[in-house]
């Protein structure tokens, strides 16, 4: 829906959202042998985002949790993101490093626990995903560009276009991709790129990003003195993303984890695995039994509820 415009357009994906949510979720509902009257509670992104859609999702939960008398449970999108590598396996163990990397953001987090995270390093301008799927859009690609990026650049070979490593020596722990993504377009502009002319420009591009990325990663674990990287967010299913991290964090004597692929950009089940982790706060009683947190514990008849567009992932506290 949203390729014709070479990205998300707020108010169709609201309206699209209104249209699915409810059939989805009988639908998911059908397909897991599960009634609403099995659920504990529900977790909905509250931010940050696009105000309407986010709008969408927190009245259907709300709704949905004062009709069944059970908690509703807000989550930061990006806590979705960084926690969706503990539905893997093997799964890191808290105390953590964690690359977040996505359209929309792209962070470096020392994680402690859940809600206890610290900014190390973030971008200064766009973020990676964005200069992917812009770069996608300068070569003809489409919509949304880093699976087209990196398809592309399997044929093509880094180096025969030269491009810059933004802020790859800049003595901090921050990103900038907007100069790599303007670089790319003075490196088209005006001319007529052939099939191999494009996928050398994908593979540089690829190539210049993910060094970046893996530098600043690394450097992120040595500083901390942290021996694990949990990567997360869409670039996350990079491949070559994934094989230079795996690789050059093992010779340094440390592991990375990531989320399964298909949960690597925006889903439902990293939302609900952060809900479950604040619902329990990993609290268990004398018989190893998970129990609510007090935060939840009573019900109430009040859910008004309101949304984050714009929301600091530090200001999350503890589960």
Known sequence: MHADYGGVV???????HIRRVLPLT??????SGTTLNDLTAIAYTQGPGLAGALLVGASIAHGLAYALDIPAIGIHHLEGHLLSPLLASPAP???????????????????????AYVLLG?????????????????????YPGGPKIAALAELGTPGRVKLPRPMLG?????????????????????????DADKADLAAEFQAAAVDVL?????????????????????????RLLRERLTTQAT???????????????????????AGALRLTSGVRDASGTLRLSSR????????????RPRWDLEELRPA
């Open 251 to 273: 010779q340094q004597g440390c592991h990375v984890f990531y989320p399964p692929l298909d949960l690597c950009t925006d889903n439902g089940a990293m939302i609900a695995l």
């Open 10 to 16: 707020p108010e169709l994906a609201s309206r699209d």
């Open 122 to 142: 973030e971008t200064v301008d766009d973020a990676a995903g964005e200069a992917f799927d812009k770069t996608a859009q300068l070569l003809g690609l489409g």
């Open 93 to 115: 163990a808290f105390p953590f490093v964690a690359l977040l990397v996505s359209g929309g953001h792209t962070q470096l987090m020392q994680v402690a626990d859940v809600g």
């Open 214 to 238: 893996v530098a600043k990663s690394l450097a992120a674990l040595e500083e901390t003195s942290l021996n694990q990287l949990v990567v997360a967010g869409g670039v996350g299913a990079n």
């Open 296 to 307: 939840f514990n009573t019900r109430s008849s009040s859910h008004a509820f309101t949304v």
């Open 26 to 31: 009988r639908e998911l509902l059908a397909t």
């Open 170 to 194: 800049s003595g901090n722990l921050n990103f900038s991709f907007s100069g790599l993504k303007t670089a790319v377009l003075t490196a088209v502009r005006g001319k007529t790129l052939s």
